[in-house]
Nanobody
């Protein structure tokens, strides 16, 4: 059974930094894709960053401030978030799928999701 365990998140002042991590257990894919999405109250879930075999993609609104990376061993991704803005406040979700994800920001491309971790940015 595939499970995603997220960690990190919390509260930070505007301009501060936070780091999120996601570890996948029970993986059966030989090659995989991981992404981070976020969802604010009343808003749709939107893609933030993506990684597959070292290749990365970012949403325009985080490019240059956020960095996604992958670990070794079990599928793992880290999202380093710098220069956080108030609009970044949301629940952040880790998403996991096989290597065939075509449109990385499309939620339907991922088979497994984490439980979500809250990020709060105060002014």
């Amino acid at each position: 059974q595939v499970q995603l365990m997220e960690s990190g998140g919390g509260s930070v002042q505007t301009g501060g930094s936070l780091s999120l991590s996601c570890v996948v257990s029970g993986n059966t894919y030989r090659q995989w894709s991981m992404a981070w999405f976020r969802q604010a109250p009343g808003e749709e879930r939107e893609g933030v960053a993506f990684i597959r075999d070292g290749d990365t993609e970012y949403a325009d609104f985080v490019r240059g401030r956020f960095t996604i990376s992958q670990g070794s061993g079990e599928p793992t991704s880290h999202l380093q978030m710098n220069s956080l803005k108030p609009e970044a406040a949301a629940t952040y979700y880790c998403a996991f799928g096989d290597s065939g994800v075509e449109i990385w920001g499309d939620v339907s491309g991922y088979n497994y999701w984490g439980q979500g971790t809250q990020v709060t940015v105060t002014s």
